[in-house]
């Protein structure tokens, strides 16, 4: 496994237990298809969250300057159709968070929620 791969699983976890301790309910991880992929999805109440993770060495504001307005269009449509895939007619929205590792078993994270109106 690559250590580019290895960082980013480091930062799916902390993503997964950050929202867990929030409250959220974990549904699934990497689901992909041909057009990309979601990291996280989760559950909060009876809203379907996408969760897109980006983790950054250089700190959580390269990650989220990673988020561009082609990757957002890219995620709303995979949204669409894990939706269409699963038959659901639910709220939902797109999150995104940001991952920066401090220590080997720490690191600092940022949540955005809905991020598509960010």
Not at 23 to 48: C, K, P
Not at 93 to 107: C, E, F, G, M, N
Request: charged letters at 30%.
């Amino acid at each position: 496994m690559t250590t580019r791969k290895r960082l980013g699983n480091r930062g799916e976890t902390a993503a997964a237990a950050y929202l867990q301790q929030k409250g959220y309910a974990f549904i699934e991880a990497n689901w992909r298809r041909n057009q990309g992929e979601f990291d996280l999805i989760m559950r909060q109440d009876e809203i379907l969250i996408f969760v897109e993770v980006r983790t950054r060495t250089g700190g959580l504001e390269a990650a989220l300057e990673s988020i561009t307005p082609r990757k957002r269009q890219i995620l709303e449509q995979l949204a669409y159709l894990y939706l269409e895939e699963h038959n659901l007619d639910c709220d939902w929205r797109i999150d995104v968070i940001a991952v920066s590792p401090t220590t080997q078993k720490t690191a600092q994270i940022e949540h955005i929620e809905n991020a598509l109106d960010w």
